[in-house]
């Protein structure tokens, strides 16, 4: 078995942690579940680097946490 490993730097965690307390307070108050449900973490390979975004799956919005420093 082949297993693939995705690291978020330190700038690019608080990013998505402010992200995650933003939403936890506006969206999360709205329903009741568990974070792993409220949080979608996309990583996309590229020649230079990986991209890396984190969505709210409650209302949809998305930011681009990608560290470009660290390409």
Same mark, same amino acid.
């Given at each position: 078995?082949?297993?693939?490993? #995705?690291?978020?730097?330190?700038?690019?965690?608080? /990013?998505?942690? $402010?992200?995650?307390? %933003?939403?936890?307070?506006?969206?999360?108050?709205?329903?009741?579940?568990?974070?792993?449900?409220? #949080?979608?973490?996309?990583?996309?390979?590229?020649? /230079?680097?990986? $991209?890396?975004?984190? %969505?709210?799956?409650?209302?949809?919005?998305?930011?681009?946490?990608?560290?470009?420093?660290?390409?």
């Amino acid at each position: 078995m082949k297993e693939i490993t #995705f690291k978020i730097q330190d700038k690019e965690l608080e /990013i998505a942690e $402010a992200f995650i307390k %933003k939403h936890r307070s506006s969206c999360g108050s709205k329903h009741n579940l568990t974070l792993g449900e409220y #949080f979608t973490y996309t990583f996309m390979p590229t020649g /230079i680097g990986t $991209a890396k975004t984190i %969505k709210c799956n409650l209302c949809g919005e998305e930011e681009n946490i990608t560290d470009y420093d660290c390409w």
